[in-house]
C-alpha cells in the first residue's frame, strides 16, 4: 500500500551455509541469538551480535561482506536479515534450521569451559 518495494529473501539451508563457509571468501556468520542461548554452544567463527543489537552493529560493519544470519531455529534470522537488508547491506542470507539443524546434523560447535 505505501508504495515500498517488497523484497524477498533466499534462504540458505545447513548444506548450502556450510558450502559458502568453506568457499574462498566465506561470508560472516552472524549469530542473533541472546547470550543465555549462546552460552550452551556456538557454531565455530560465528559472531554473536544478539537481534536487538543489530542496528548498532550494523552501523560499524562493513555491507559489501556477504552475511549469513543464524539464530536458533530460524524465524530470528529472518528477522535479522531483514534489518540488514534494511541497513543497505548487500548480500544476506537468512539460514534455515539455525543452531538446532547444525547441532542435530552432529557438527561441531564451540562451548564454554567449565568454570
Request: proline share 8%; charged share 20%.
Amino acid at each position: 500500500r505505501s508504495g515500498s518495494p517488497v523484497a524477498t529473501l533466499d534462504r540458505a539451508d545447513l548444506a548450502e551455509v556450510r558450502r559458502r563457509l568453506a568457499g574462498r571468501r566465506p561470508p560472516r556468520l552472524v549469530d542473533v541469538r541472546g547470550a543465555g542461548e549462546r552460552e550452551v554452544g556456538v557454531i565455530p567463527g560465528s559472531i554473536g551480535v544478539a537481534l536487538g543489537d543489530l542496528v548498532d552493529w550494523a552501523a560499524a560493519a562493513s555491507r559489501e561482506d556477504p552475511v549469513i544470519v543464524q539464530c536458533h531455529a530460524g524465524s530470528r534470522a529472518v528477522i535479522g536479515a531483514s534489518v540488514l537488508v534494511g541497513r543497505g547491506f548487500a548480500n544476506v542470507t537468512p539460514m534455515t534450521g539455525g543452531y538446532d539443524a547444525w547441532t542435530a546434523a552432529g557438527l561441531p560447535v564451540l562451548t564454554p569451559a567449565p568454570s
